[in-house]
């Protein structure tokens, strides 16, 4: 939604002709990232969960939905294929019959995706995969390991170019984690350089996306030394920005290039758990409105229920709603800031 005015933004987080739904086909994951803040105390989305959530779409579009963006999370979601399968045929079908735009994506580290999987998941509407990378193949092996603490990067590398080799259109954000220790490693070592070359240049389907570790949870013992305030963190993106247009990479696919502008509407955003029309949907049928708060009771604001009903506690929900009421910029971009 770049370029539009926060009118525009509050009116499609409040609409009911659209809903997102961020989905946990399970929250267990085949890595153990020296940060994450999960706690892989849930397993496998329950069957009447799965059956709930194609329901409760069904309801919707019977109702007069006109678009329905999803999300696969997790943990990983691809550790839970068939789920995924499930869910993804189903409600591809319930949209097509009923005219609903479909807007599929996942949250993914990647390792499990294979043809098949990318082939079943862009036919049925599932075209976004955001990936995270930490850098160099050094630093990212050290910090996003698997369960028996071998590196990822080749692994993650091949898929990518698995994507980038197909015709498909998809649209891939490459995550790129940074901290104090690896903003400036990532540029002088020409990580950036080499990504860019490798996937973004020339084509409009890879973006790259800047991300500060943040000390969410259980990464604030990973011994890694977080940015010390917000105006550390957006210098060293401002410099990740400048140094990736110097190595080629257009500002359309540099999505903060745009975002951080001084002036005009673009700035704007509402995070998706500020949105009356977003839940996440936990493995359980819990459901939350942020991703990583999922320990936090304050995050639980409702079930779902088998029949695709809706129960919601609005005493929990509403304080997540609050900036759509006051405006409040930062109530709209973090509303989990002052809840949890």
């Known amino acids: 939604m770049n370029g539009i005015g926060l009118a525009d933004h509050i009116a499609h987080a409040v609409t009911n002709h659209g809903m997102k739904l961020i989905l946990n086909p399970t929250e267990q994951c085949n890595l153990r ?3 994450c803040y999960e706690s892989f105390a849930l397993h496998q989305m329950k069957t009447e969960v799965v059956n709930g959530v194609l329901a409760l779409v069904e309801k919707r579009a019977r109702a007069g939905l006109e678009w329905l963006e999803v999300e696969f999370f997790g943990g990983e979601p691809l550790a ?3 789920v995924v399968a499930k869910l993804s045929e189903g409600l591809s079908a319930i949209c097509q019959h009923h005219g609903v ?3 599929g994506g996942m949250t993914t580290n990647l390792t499990l995706l ?5 082939d079943a998941l862009v036919d049925r509407g599932f075209f976004f995969f955001q990936v995270t990378l930490d850098g160099p193949k050094s630093v990212h092996d050290e910090r996003r390991t698997t369960l028996g603490a071998k590196g990822t990067f080749d692994q993650i590398w091949e898929n990518l170019l698995l ?3 197909s015709d498909h259109p998809v649209e891939v954000m490459l995550r790129i984690h940074f901290d104090p220790a690896t903003s400036k490693l990532l540029h002088t070592s020409g990580f950036i350089r080499d990504l860019a070359n490798a996937f973004v240049v020339g084509d409009d389907r890879f973006s790259i996306h800047f991300n500060p570790l943040e000390p969410w949870g259980r990464a604030s013992q990973s011994g890694i030394a977080f940015f010390s305030n917000q105006d ?3 210098d060293a993106l401002s410099t990740l920005l400048t140094q990736s247009i110097m190595a080629g990479v257009p500002t359309r696919q540099l999505p903060q290039a745009e975002a951080m502008a001084p002036t005009g509407e673009s700035g704007h955003m509402v995070c998706y758990a500020a949105r009356a029309n977003s839940f996440v949907v936990r493995s359980d049928g819990r459901i939350a409105k942020c991703t990583v708060a999922f320990e936090n009771e304050k995050n639980t604001v409702g079930r779902l229920l088998p029949s695709g009903e809706l129960e919601i ?3 929990r929900h509403m304080p997540w709603l609050r900036g759509l009421i006051s405006g409040d910029a930062e109530s709209l971009r973090c509303p989990a800031i002052g809840i949890i």
């Open 232 to 234: 550390a963190a957006d």
């Open 101 to 103: 735009r479909l807007m």
């Open 80 to 82: 839970a294929w068939k």
């Open 313 to 315: 506690d609005h005493q």
């Open 114 to 118: 294979d043809r098949t999987r990318l």
């Open 33 to 35: 990232c020296k940060y």
């Open 163 to 165: 994507l980038k080799r």
